[in-house]
């Protein structure tokens, strides 16, 4: 099964502040990956899908980049809204596998 | 608009089942793959069980194969995870979610005696 290793666990940021978090697969997945954004007590929200693709509705802070074995989930400035956990989810075969989860937190 | 409502969570004794619904609506069930995904309290995300839109190809996570079904009925828009040999382990929010695009609000299963 393919590993998803996704760093850092936890990050400490302030308004405004670029955040940049990364998953590496343990083999090549094209790109076949997802990135989620999740607050306490609510439902996982897709904010990119094929990596790079931003899913409707999404502000254009959220960028994805990486194909292959390496992906990037970046925020531009980052937003009172966007503090929260996000995680990757390669799709590109069986089982699906999501990365352990970064919580991003208020400096 | 998609909307995914699970339902059928509460609290089993271990070795107990439960059967977790998912009625899904705003788009045509019948043309999409479905998902379960559980998260344990205060845990990452797990990939529990997928079925492809006809019923054709259905997967499970290593650590609930041979214990839940999943079926799906496309007249009533609506998905199953039929949950059997419960374990405390299994105790989670269990998400049905569209493909990976769409996700219910989760239901809460707890396995405690």
């Known amino acids: 099964a393919i590993q998803m290793t996704q760093s850092p666990s936890s990050l400490s940021a302030s308004v405004g502040d670029r955040v940049t978090i990364t998953c590496r697969a343990s083999?090549?997945?094209?790109?076949?990956l997802g990135w989620y954004q999740q607050k306490p007590g609510k439902a996982p929200k897709l904010l990119i899908y094929?990596?790079?693709s931003l899913q409707s509705g999404v502000p254009s802070r959220f960028s994805g980049s990486g194909s292959g074995t390496d992906f990037t989930l970046t925020i531009s400035s980052l937003q009172p809204e966007d503090f929260a956990t996000y995680y990757c989810?390669?799709?590109?075969?069986?089982?699906?596998?999501f990365g352990q989860g970064t919580k991003v937190e208020i400096k | 608009e998609v909307q995914l409502v699970e339902s059928g969570g509460g609290l089993v004794k271990p070795g107990g089942s439960l059967r977790l619904s998912c009625a899904a609506s705003?788009?045509?069930?019948?043309?999409?793959?479905m998902n379960w995904v559980r998260q344990a309290p205060g845990k990452g995300l797990e990939w529990v069980s997928s079925?492809?839109?006809?019923?054709?190809?259905?997967y499970y996570a290593d650590s609930v194969k041979g214990r839940f079904t999943i079926s799906r009925d496309n007249a009533k828009n609506s998905l199953y995870l039929q949950m059997n040999s419960l374990r405390a382990e299994d105790t989670a929010v269990y998400y049905c979610?569209?493909?990976?695009?769409?996700w219910g609000q989760g239901t809460l299963v707890t396995v405690s005696s």
């Open positions: 079925i492809s839109s006809s019923s054709s190809y259905i």
């Open positions: 094929a990596a790079s």
């Open positions: 979610a569209r493909d990976w695009s769409d």
């Open positions: 705003g788009f045509t069930f019948s043309s999409y793959s």
């Open positions: 083999q090549g997945i094209r790109n076949d």
């Open positions: 989810l390669q799709d590109y075969n069986y089982p699906p596998r």
